[in-house]
């Protein structure tokens, strides 16, 4: 499961890159974690920023008879699951990213985060799905979902899954509202390992209350409790 990733370039370069204002509130994120709100790009709101629930809420999240957490949608359930396939037709996103996070097993209570970025985009975004919920109270608000894929050749050493990884001519084919299914179904998978790289992060990674620029930097490779490892 992807549950970290990190947003950290202005909003001018947001701006620029993605062609889209940028709320005044945006701020960099080093930790993006789920049930936090995060900035988004709709294909109904395609001109704008808007901020989502990674999930869902805080509040549904203590009650999941109210509502299951979902940060992560495999790629595979969008053929076999009709009410996904509909939910990519009718309401797809784009999540603004400069790095994502995953954790390699180095022994049974052992793991290793590292960071991946790529290579040809400092900016780039994963392939999402929104939805709109009401409570009980008949309040609105709104969450999303990452679209994950079998990992390529680099993060494979680490993870099994990453998220999708779109270009900037797959970004457009995605927030078309005019896409079909097929043009829509080409673009999801893998990003290519020759256009990435990695390396170990701050155990601190784990804990979902930190976000510090110190969390981006390379570290030497340690276990969730800091201790020093032979992986790199």
């Keep these: 499961m992807i549950e970290r990733y990190s947003i ?11 062609s889209v204002d940028v709320p005044d509130f945006f701020k960099p994120r080093y930790n993006a974690c789920p049930t936090q709100l995060l900035p988004v790009i709709t294909n109904s709101s395609p001109q704008g920023v808007s901020t989502f629930y990674w ?17 992560n949608t495999p790629v595979e359930y969008i053929a076999d699951k009709p009410a996904i396939k509909k939910a990519m037709m ?40 929104w939805e709109e919920y009401e409570d009980t109270d008949g309040n609105e608000f709104h969450t999303f979902t990452i679209i994950t894929t079998p990992a390529n050749a680099l ?31 080409s673009i999801l998978k893998s990003y290519s390992a020759e256009k990435m790289n990695h390396y170990s992060v701050s155990p601190l990674i784990s804990d979902s209350t930190a976000d510090v620029p110190s969390l981006i930097r390379p570290a030497p490779a340690a276990d969730q409790f800091g201790n020093l490892t032979l992986f790199d």
């Design 155 to 185: 993060v494979s050493s680490v993870y099994d899954r990453m998220p999708v990884i779109l270009s900037r001519k797959d970004e457009a084919i995605w927030l078309n509202k005019e896409s079909s299914e097929s043009d829509l179904s």
């Design 90 to 129: 009718k309401t797809r996103c784009i999540i603004p990213a400069d790095g994502f996070y995953a954790w390699k097993k180095a022994g049974k209570k052992t793991f290793i985060p590292y960071r991946f970025i790529c290579t040809d985009q400092e900016i780039f975004s994963f392939a999402g799905l």
């Design 55 to 71: 999930g869902t809420s805080p509040e549904w999240s203590k009650n999941k008879s109210l509502s299951e957490k979902i940060i």
């Design 8 to 18: 950290t370039a202005t909003p001018e370069k947001i701006s620029e890159r993605f």
